[in-house]
């Protein structure tokens, strides 16, 4: 069983920028494509951004696509996601998650096999 912890959010004035570190608990991440996803009150669970396996192909949703970095360190167990010029629409709960044995990014949550608890990226205008 894989637990997994977010941690770094915050609070963040539009324009700046946030990291966001997801370390890996109970089993190695290099079994597992990995994605960070977000949610508001009332609104569905969205992808943000997913990573393979090896870390060489990654994906983004077009709203945060060339702002947001995803990055993973297998060595440390741990999936990073750095946010870069951000925009009050990125408020939201951010959650990683871990996708058993996939070998490309998964960007359909429902794929995933393990959830963090969530943490609270609020971004000022």
């Known amino acids: 069983q894989v637990q997994l912890v977010e941690s770094g959010g915050g609070l963040v004035q539009a324009g700046g920028s946030l990291g966001l570190s997801c370390a890996a608990s109970?089993?190695?991440?290099?079994?597992?494509?990995m994605g960070w996803f977000r949610q508001t009150p009332g609104k569905e669970r969205e992808f943000v951004a997913g990573?393979?396996?090896?870390?060489?192909?990654?994906d983004y949703a077009d709203s945060v696509k060339g702002r947001f970095i995803i990055s993973r360190d297998n060595a440390k167990n741990t999936v990073y996601l750095q946010m870069n010029s951000v925009k009050p629409e990125d408020t939201a709960v951010y959650y990683c998650?871990?996708?058993?044995?996939?070998?490309?990014?998964?960007?359909?949550?429902?794929?995933?096999?393990?959830w963090g608890q969530g943490t609270q990226v609020t971004v000022s205008s």
């Open positions: 990573i393979s396996l090896s870390g060489l192909s990654t």
């Open positions: 998650a871990a996708a058993r044995a996939w070998g490309r990014v998964v960007t359909n949550l429902r794929h995933y096999d393990y």
């Open positions: 109970g089993g190695t991440l290099t079994n597992y494509a």
